[in-house]
């Protein structure tokens, strides 16, 4: 396999470099760790809370001395205003992780945060870690002891090596159905007898790809995991420069390119392409020498995916069984969903211009005439989408037909 970056498992971001600017208006973040056990602790252990932004910046943490506590573990911590970040803490005894919180979202903001007290899940760290995404789900690859091992829907498979004409490639002990072969970046994942589909190592995040981009005077930056590449005018102007680390202000991030004379700022708000009104997760602004231009930053495929879509509207009309209608896009570009009666899975395309569904399957199950009369207008309703928006409630409207107009609403 090919080598895997030394991390520590599931808590690298808690040493990753703080950004934060030290004049920087802040807002306060407390809570409490509740562990299950509730003894007193010994005196060497200690709780690290972090809050991680975008780009694999540190917003805020803090270490407490756990030692000799038997109760719920306080803790504070400040961030800057007007950055979403996810919370994460790890209680370590002896130099050991036992206990660990993971993705408490904080949401974007000025007002002072209490979490309450937040329960501990107990966790065995791998070393080594490889975080692996596929179409259909997102595994881990890690060293646990002397094991390979590899974490998917919730279980640790141990793996061993197994013979490859190129590569490496690694079988599952107890599970015959299940194997991983890497050739560098890529990956073939077999798991209980499915195959795992466009596999790919993830970047850590700050090194992950990030464009921004804007229509006058047509310009772009291209973060690579290493370089930056600038052009504008055009294409008349191109500069390049070494990928620079993150900062980090209120309410934005910033990428400071000197030897270019260029500088990005990155603002977590939603941003309508110019030309095309393609929604883009980020409003960029690019500074070279004395000009300012504005612009969009971010995929607008990471609008869509994550989180389940409930769908409220399907033609203006509350769907009936509504807890039952839902959308999900999978990345890279699979949906899948449920029309009320039945499953229906497929492809989707985004492009510059807009969004379209591929051909959808579903399951054959016959339910009521009004759910299957909903079935037939919200399949026909998908089929006619050419793009999406996001509202200001957060709302996704998904836009077609021969008027352009709002066939299907849904909420997160």
């Not at 400071?256 to 392409?273: F, H, K, V, W, Y």
Request: glycine share 10%.
């Amino acid at each position: 396999m090919s080598r895997f970056t030394a991390l520590v498992g599931l808590i690298v971001f808690l040493n990753a470099p703080a950004l934060l600017a030290e004049d920087a208006r802040s807002r306060v973040i407390t809570g409490a760790i509740d562990y299950p056990q509730r003894i007193a602790l010994p005196p060497a252990a200690d709780l690290q809370v972090a809050v991680e932004g975008r780009f694999g910046a540190i917003l805020g943490e803090t270490q407490v001395r756990a030692g000799g506590q038997q109760e719920v573990l306080p803790f504070a911590l400040t961030i800057p205003a007007g950055l979403r970040g996810d919370l994460a803490a790890v209680v370590r005894l002896d130099g050991a992780v036992r206990w660990i919180v993971r993705d408490v979202v904080i949401a974007a903001g000025s007002e002072p945060v209490d979490l309450g007290a937040i329960p501990v899940a107990p966790v065995t760290p791998l070393d080594f870690v490889t975080e692996v995404s596929c179409a259909e789900q997102d595994v881990t690859l890690g060293i646990l002891g002397e094991e390979m091992v590899l974490r998917a829907e919730g279980r640790e498979i141990a793996l061993r090596a197994a013979v490859a004409a190129s590569g490496a490639r690694y079988t599952a002990v107890a599970e015959p159905e299940t194997e991983v072969w890497s050739r560098g970046d890529a990956f073939t994942i077999r798991l209980a007898g499915q195959d795992l589909t466009a596999c790919h190592a993830v970047s850590p995040p700050e090194r992950r790809p990030y464009r921004a981009r804007g229509i006058e005077p047509g310009w772009h930056v291209d973060l690579g995991e290493e370089r930056a590449e600038i052009v504008a005018d055009y294409g008349e102007l191109r500069r390049e420069a070494a990928r620079p680390q993150v900062g980090v202000v209120p309410g934005a991030y910033v990428f400071d390119m000197p030897e270019a004379e260029a500088s990005l700022r990155i603002t977590e708000t939603l941003c309508r392409d110019a030309a095309t009104g393609m929604p883009h997760p980020d409003k960029a602004v690019l500074t070279l020498g004395e000009r300012v231009l504005d612009g969009c930053g971010g995929d607008p495929r990471d609008l869509l995916t994550g989180a389940t879509w409930q769908v409220t509207a399907i033609g203006g009309e509350a769907p009936e069984a509504a807890e039952r209608v839902s959308i999900t896009f999978l990345a890279p570009a699979r949906v899948a969903g449920s029309t009320g009666c039945n499953r229906f899975v497929g492809g989707f395309t985004l492009t510059g211009e807009g969004l379209q569904f591929g051909a959808l399957g579903s399951t054959l199950m016959a339910c009521p005439e009004t759910l299957m009369a909903q079935e037939r207008a919200m399949l026909d309703a998908l089929e006619q989408v050419r793009r999406f928006d996001v509202a200001g409630d957060g709302a996704l409207r998904l836009i077609g037909g021969a008027g352009d107009e709002v066939l299907i609403e849904a909420m997160r």
